[in-house]
């Protein structure tokens, strides 16, 4: 069983994340903590409760980070709408949050379990993440591993070059890229083969209840701002890979590459720049000694979309089930 904490701002592939995560017997759903980046993190942290309030599930609710480390908040208001999960109905929350910062409920519990126990699964920006590496070094010896969805070695989606997670706070991925831990970028390469196709909304639409109703109203809003938007096919899954690739590592193949984040260009800011093991890699990023290549990052490269979306529909079986 993996044992996760999720750090999200929902957010609507967020909160196939978060059914996803607490569908699938094979995670331990540690916490859900939230971050600004979609919304700001009043309605990032309210759509989390009330996604886990209307599906029962029961995992503390830790509010983090209100913006970025150093620049100013970017929200994504244009592809998630007003209230960041617009769209679907939800209920209003009826439990209360943990009473503790995300950051500190991050350390809390990494440094609560077994050394290389607990997987850190941002899949917003990285704020928090980074904070809990600055205030507390030890837990980059103590996770298991980080699986960030974020990046792109390909094409951007809010600059021709970067990927909004990343865009969104880029001093934080940096840290979170430089510190010593094993990260997984599972950037846009992967995650635009994570499509709701018409094959997987049918195969939803048939399951019928309430969580497959909220999950094809999710991708009717996002179909929208994403095709419109960004000239995508079909709604992009981005979030829940990170979680389908801790059930089944099968899911998608990696790639080896030592990856670094620009955080300084005029027009490249917030790009994940890849240096890849096989294709070359290059042995040096600018000469200098402190700049050895070091190809220690994986990067998400290839998915199986039929395995991908099993997941998917398990989920919704699995919750619709324990539901009635
Ligand atoms: C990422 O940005 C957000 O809009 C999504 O939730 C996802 O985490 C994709 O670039
Ligand atoms: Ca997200």
Known sequence: MEKIILDCDPGHDDAIAILLAAANPKIDLLGITT???NHNVDNTTRNALSVCTAYGIKVPVAKGSPGPLLIDQVLAVEIHGETGLDGPELPPASFELDRRHAVDFIIDTVMAHEPKTVTLVPVGPYTNIALAARKEPRI???????VAMGGSFSRGNITPAAEFNVYADPEAADVVFRAGWDVTMVGLDLTHQALATPDLQDRVRALGGSI????????????????????????AIHDACCVAALIDPEVFSTEK???????AGHWTKGMTVCNFEKMGGMRHFGGTASEQVNFRHTVAM??????????????????????A
């Open 35 to 37: 971050v600004s980046g």
């Open 140 to 146: 980059v010896e103590r996770v298991k591993r980080v």
């Open 212 to 235: 497959s109703r909220f999950i094809l109203d999710i991708w009717e809003f996002i179909a929208t701002t994403h095709g419109g938007l960004l000239q995508i096919e079909y709604p």
């Open 257 to 263: 590459a030592d990856i670094r984040v620009e955080i």
């Open 302 to 323: 290839k998915l199986d979309h039929t395995k991908f979306c099993d997941l998917i529909v398990d989920a919704v079986e699995r919750l619709t089930r324990q539901k």
